[in-house]
């Protein structure tokens, strides 16, 4: 009960604004002082600069040049590039191959990690003897991952060497770390 007759009195104050006392002001009242308004002076106009005109006909000059050789370029064919990203027949058979090997090592990844997680079994013949698959696992697990490497390296030495022209394709040279193809 003593809630309900809180609630009440607040309820009405809050529906009711408070009357300001008219004779205490809050803020004392900013002071104006008369200002005067100036209209602003147009900027002079720059004289005429005979350099900076050539340098526009320079410009365009350079601009319809561009737009020539833009032109040119667009109408030389350029080569097709088929849906593995080559241009060339053997970048087209190595990228093949490379997913191909790709595609068996990571099948060979998936078979160690099978024969990893078999558990040991007894011989029941000899109960001294465990026969276990983690060897064969740990092996092809190890040479998958190492010739699904050398696929991803087939795949990138495929398309760098399409890029290239074929006799520096070809080009071995010596260099400060050792070979360089």
């Given amino acids: 009960m003593p809630a309900l007759l809180l609630a009440f009195p607040l309820v009405a104050l809050m529906s009711e604004p408070a009357p300001a006392p008219a004779s205490v002001p809050l803020a ?7 200002f005067e308004i100036v209209p602003a002076e147009p900027a002079p106009e720059p004289e005429h600069d005979h350099e900076a005109e050539h340098g526009h006909e320079a410009a365009v ?6 737009a020539v050789e ?6 030389t064919p350029a080569p097709s590039v088929d849906r593995l990203g080559c241009t060339t027949k053997p970048c087209r058979s190595m990228t093949i191959a490379g997913i191909s090997v ?5 099948s060979a990844v998936g078979v160690g990690v099978a024969l990893l997680s078999l558990p040991d079994e007894l011989v029941a013949a000899r ?3 465990v026969t276990s ?7 092809t697990t190890t040479i ?4 699904t490497v050398t696929a991803v390296l ?6 760098q060497r399409s890029g290239r022209g074929a006799a520096q394709a070809r080009r071995i040279e010596l260099s400060p770390a050792g070979l360089r193809f």
């Fill in 28 to 34: 004392p009242e900013p002071a104006l002082e008369p």
């Fill in 61 to 66: 000059e350079h601009a319809v040049e561009h």
């Fill in 70 to 75: 833009q032109e040119a370029l667009a109408s």
């Fill in 102 to 106: 790709g595609a068996l090592a990571i």
């Fill in 127 to 129: 109960p001294a003897f």
């Fill in 133 to 139: 698959t983690r060897p064969a696992g740990m092996v």
């Fill in 144 to 147: 998958g991952a190492a010739v």
């Fill in 154 to 159: 087939m795949i990138v030495a495929a398309h």
